[in-house]
């Protein structure tokens, strides 16, 4: 993985409401965008725009089903990163 892609994703990771929305997928598994919407509290605008920064740096994987949208963590992504920072101690 190049140095590029991992500072995009420490960069989507690094604001509280995105970390937030990470750890409640952690719990979950997956879910829809509606349950993240009443789980952070913030318009639909809002929570649209950190699941396109997490989509868009690789770190969520997002599934269209009918109207519905599906995101789970992208575990490879998670592999990567974390042995990022494994060669950093």
Known sequence: MDAA???K???ALAD???MAILLKLARQENCCCGEIQDMICLSQPT???HIKILV???VLIS???G???TLTINKEMMKHLSMFFLQLS
Request: no cysteine; glycine share 4%.
């Open 5 to 7: 892609m991992i500072e």
């Open 9 to 11: 994703a420490a960069n």
């Open 16 to 18: 509280k409401n995105r």
């Open 47 to 49: 929570v649209s725009h």
């Open 56 to 58: 868009d740096s690789g």
């Open 63 to 65: 599934m269209k089903e």
């Open 67 to 69: 109207r519905n949208v």
